[in-house]
Structures are given as C-alpha cells and as structure tokens.
C-alpha cells in the first residue's frame, strides 16, 4: 500500500468560492459575452483604493531604499514584531493622543488586518464557539472554516457552529448581544459592507457582555479613519474594561492607499487572557508573540518607513485629503441612489454604501443586471451573508469622474 498525503478536509467546506473572485469570474464571462459593452466597465465592488499614495510615504519608501543601498544603513531582518519608530508612532498618534492606554510592545505590526483576523485563530483553541455579524466581511468565517471551527454550510451558506449575529434595518446594522454562548466574538466598526457604525453605548454594551461571559472581542477597526461623527468611538479601548476583553485589527490600507503596499497591525494587551484545557488563566500576548516570531519575518524597512511617515505633519494632511476624496464620492454616489427612490444606508462615516434592492429582487440579480444595464460593478449583498441578501455594496474607492460618472448611469436602470 502506498503512502497517502491527505488535505484539510475544513476547505471542502468552504461554499462555491471567495466572494470577489465570483464577482471576477462573472465580469470576465460578462466581458468574453459582450466585448464593446465590457470596454465601458467602472468597478464599484472590491474595497481598492484608486488614488495614488500620499507623497510623504512615496519620500519616505525612496529614502529607506536608498538606505538599502549602501552598506553603513544597510538592514536585513527586521524586528518581527515591527520596527520600534513605527510602533512608537502608533502608540503615540492613535491611542496616546486620544489617552488611550496602549504601549510599543502591545502593537504587532503585519502585512494587513485581512491577514491578522484570520491568523489570530492560531493562539484560540478549536473548541471556541464563534460569533459573526451577517452580513459580515467573508474573511472572518471562511478562515474559521478552513480552521475546522464549523460544520457544513447549508442551502442560505450559513455553517453550523457559528453564532450568526443578525445585523439589518430594525436595529440600525449593530447585532443584539447573542442569546447563546460565544467566546470569539467578531465585531467590525465602521462596518464593512453595510457602512454602519456603533454608538459608544452599543459598544459599552458589547464589552460588558464579553467581560462577563469571559468572551474575547475581535475589533476590526479598519475603517475608523472615515469617522466624521465625533460621538463615535475610533478605537474599542475608548470603552472601560475593553483590554480585558478585546484585540483590535487596524490598517493602513484604506486611509493611506497601501492595499497594494501592505502594512496593518494588531493590539494585543498584556492583559487579556484565555483559558487552558485545565481551566488555568493565561496571557494571550506571549503566544501571539510567539507565533509571530515563528511564522512572519516581519514587514519590508521601507514599507514600515512609508507607514510611519503617515503620522507626520504632512503625511497627516495627506491622508485627510485621500479620505475627504473617498467620502466625497461616497456622498455622490449616495445621492444618486437616493433619487432613484432606494432606501441606502452608510457612506458617512464609512467608504461603503449599503443599498436595499428593489422588491423583487435578489442580490445577485441586482449584480447582473447593473453590470448588463450601465455596466458598473458592484457587490452583492448576499455574497456577505443570508442578512445580506436583498441588498448590494456600492464601493466609493474611486476617482472623482468615474463617481460622477456612475451617479449618472445609476439614474438610468429601469427597474
């Protein structure tokens, strides 16, 4: 008998695939069917920014690769937790400033938030239960699926196992505390896809709960950097007890245009703990610690370089004028969806526009007939969960005139 290798059987799991690579292979099959159409296509789905980077990264990237070049500033591996001026810059520009209790050592500087929220299921054991928001962001359950944190989807794509957290017009898109048991509990303000965001009580609401339950939150703050309204909380550690309980996700991919250049970073305070098989309370920092120096050498220097120089004076003002752009296009967009008499949600502290389909309508439906009509792309509710469905994402990443553009067309769909 000869030897076998066996695969994860958990990705047999996983439901037809990857939300944004079926919404690519239906513009490419669209494409293949009506080439002149195809050539009028503007891209309204995935989360890409479109502008350029902001000039104080462009001048710092240049300066640390000339750096590179000469052997006195030469560097090799870098600390895999990150380098200290950029963890410093951090510490002191998002939580100091805003008398935040967060120190270098407790951030982990990485290749993105997209990549921390699926492997921080490194440090948690498997026994966890799981709780999701629906819609939610396809990343945080199909990286529990791979990891054998479920059972089988069924005929709506929901997996058995998880805790799904209803998120719809009735309660404003933030989830009511779950009935059930959860431990892992993923939360995302502003919210992507439905552009939400939590009221501090919301969020105190949250943190009582997972103090309480002995639960530990999963904060991706990705977006907080489009928050206009100043009631609203930019960081979860804004809530008292909050590192008792809570591990933020940040990114520099949607307000410093690095989706392509990748840097993000987590928060993992030294205080928060998790339990053993014995019941034995124990620090998750030193295992996420860990496995960082294990499985990552850490971000490139001139990556890492360009990231801190959005913290100075001009990188700030730069990264304002990229967030003024996307929000002023989401204010377009917005309108126009509001003048074709749809019910349209978020596009004010958040990038993304949360439309409701009209009657008769699946979310699919909606995909194709946008992309056929005034071929514009844009997301598919239902592609982010069962609470999705019925609803589209309009994405505001792009340039002024292409926005204007597809205000335009958006007046013209016949429904």
Known sequence: MHAVAYLNDHYLKLKAGYLFPEIARRVREFGQEKPG???????????????????????AM???????????????YGPEQGYDFLRDAITEHDYRSRGLEVTPDEIFVSDGSK??????LDIFGPQNRIAVMD??????VDTNVMAGHTGEADSSGAYSGLVYLPCNETNGFVPALPKEKADLIYLCYPNNPTGAT??????????????????????????????TDGNVPH????????????????SFSKNGGFTGVRCGFTILPKELNAATKS??????????????????NSVSYPVQRGAESLYSKAGQEQVRSLIDHYLGNARILAAALQKTGLSVYGGINAPYIWVKAPAGYGSWAVFDKILNDIQVVITPGAGFGAQGEGFFRVSAF??????????????????
């Open 37 to 59: 159409l195809a050539k009028n296509i503007i891209r309204c789905g995935i989360g890409d920014v479109t502008e350029p980077l902001p000039d104080a990264a462009i001048e």
């Open 62 to 76: 240049h300066r640390a690769v000339d750096e590179l070049a000469r052997r006195e500033s030469f560097r090799g």
């Open 115 to 120: 990549c921390d929220c699926g492997n921080i």
């Open 135 to 140: 819609p939610v962001y396809p990343v945080y």
């Open 198 to 227: 939590a009221t501090r009580s919301q969020l105190e609401s949250w943190v009582e709960y997972a103090l309480a339950s002995e639960a530990i939150i999963l904060f991706d703050a990705a977006y907080e950097a489009y928050i």
């Open 235 to 250: 960081s979860i550690y804004e809530i008292p007890g909050a590192r008792k309980c809570a591990i933020e996700f940040r």
């Open 279 to 296: 019941g034995e309370s124990k620090p998750l920092h030193p295992l996420w610690h860990r496995r960082f120096s294990t499985k990552f």
């Open 398 to 415: 792009n340039s002024r005139e292409n926005a204007e553009a597809v205000a335009d067309r958006f007046q013209k769909v016949k429904w």
